[in-house]
């Protein structure tokens, strides 16, 4: 078991389970559109079970994205720095009160 997080956003709810070891579920991890140049890192980590389509769009798309959309994915230069970034932001939005922890079971 594991505490399932809810990440908001504009289209709706994003449930997430973590379980005690960190592993994220759903989370897809896919190397960047453009390298990390607009998204700050090599690799993107998502708390859900498809890429947005803006996040790998073109470069005028991918900017707009990031710039309102960061805080919804984990970017880094390895797919583990990304996950561990997803981790990091979640954590951080729940703080800043765009994401609730709906319950815990460990």
């Known amino acids: 078991m594991g505490q399932t997080t809810q990440v908001a956003n504009r289209d709706g709810l994003v449930e997430v389970t973590v379980d005690p070891a960190g592993v994220v579920t759903p989370c897809i991890i896919t190397p960047s559109a453009y390298g990390g140049v607009h998204e700050g890192g090599k690799w993107m980590a998502f708390p859900m079970e498809h890429v947005p389509r803006a996040a790998i769009d073109s470069e005028t798309v991918v900017v707009a994205w990031f710039a309102k959309n ?17 981790l990091f932001q979640m954590q951080k939005a729940v703080k800043d009160g765009r994401a609730q922890i709906t319950h815990t079971d460990f």
């Open 70 to 86: 960061d805080w919804r994915v984990g970017v880094g230069d390895t797919p583990n720095d990304a996950l561990a970034n997803l």
